[in-house]
């Protein structure tokens, strides 16, 4: 088991030893496991606010889809954290919101004013993070729970995660197993950067694309063209 993330804020790594005495169990009541997922999460934030050294320092996520919930520090700065439970294997954990917080300067109030959602589409997240990309002291926290056993569990940010997996369907995916077994990335910001966007999230689309090829070649030479009567 690996010690605490000493990147990470205080306050996480306190939830994390917390949790790994918690005694709770993942939800399995329902077949489709993206909902037991969400129960997951639902219980895990509720179990956390019942304790006393959190409950005045979560609150719900600011924006939709962005975290699933906020955690605030000792100096009073809130940490964006998505909960993640898995049964070990990679994780469609990519979270387009939570890369343009990890890697570039945009603020909340950009967020809102630029409408960046969590159905940003592909073409307007590559826009903001490559013109916005810039090497700031936040992250982008993933808590992530084996579903097998939930005091199996660790804190590690966006900019820390090593074992990524490219998934051409699914862009980026987290291979969680992996993860727990590793240390920390300690990677400079433009090689992270590289990693996650230009030979990660690119790479996917690139992929994507091929594979698209024939099928948009195809069409173009068949599509019918309107003709006005």
């Not at 969400?38 to 996520?61: N, P, V, Y």
């Not at 173009?220 to 009567?229: C, D, G, M, Q, W």
Request: contains cysteine; glycine residues 4%.
């Amino acid at each position: 088991m690996l010690a605490d993330n000493p990147k990470a804020p205080a306050i996480l790594n306190e939830i994390v030893a917390a949790l790994k005495t918690s005694n709770l169990t993942a939800i399995t009541e329902n077949n489709e496991g993206r909902v037991n997922s969400k129960k997951d999460e639902d219980q895990i934030i509720a179990w956390l606010l019942k304790q006393s050294q959190f409950k005045d320092k979560i609150k719900e996520g600011e924006l939709r889809g962005f975290g699933d919930m906020w955690v605030m520090d000792s100096s009073g700065k809130w940490h964006v954290v998505n909960i993640k439970t898995s049964v070990g294997s990679s994780d469609n954990a990519f979270s387009k919101l939570g890369i343009l917080w990890a890697l570039t300067d945009l603020t909340i109030e950009d967020f809102r004013t630029l409408k960046i959602a969590n159905k940003i589409s592909d073409t307007k997240f590559a826009d903001l993070v490559v013109k916005h990309k810039k090497e700031i002291d936040r992250d982008y926290w993933y808590l992530s729970l084996d579903k097998k056993d939930f005091s199996k569990v660790m804190v590690r940010g966006v900019k820390q995660i090593k074992n990524w997996g490219k998934n051409p369907t699914n862009n980026l995916q987290i291979q969680w197993d992996r993860e727990h077994e590793s240390e920390p990335n300690t990677a400079s910001f433009e090689d992270t950067f590289y990693n996650i966007i230009i030979d990660g999230a690119f790479k996917c689309w690139a992929d994507k694309a091929a594979q698209w090829a024939g099928a948009l070649d195809y069409r173009l030479k068949n599509i019918k063209v309107e003709t006005s009567k």
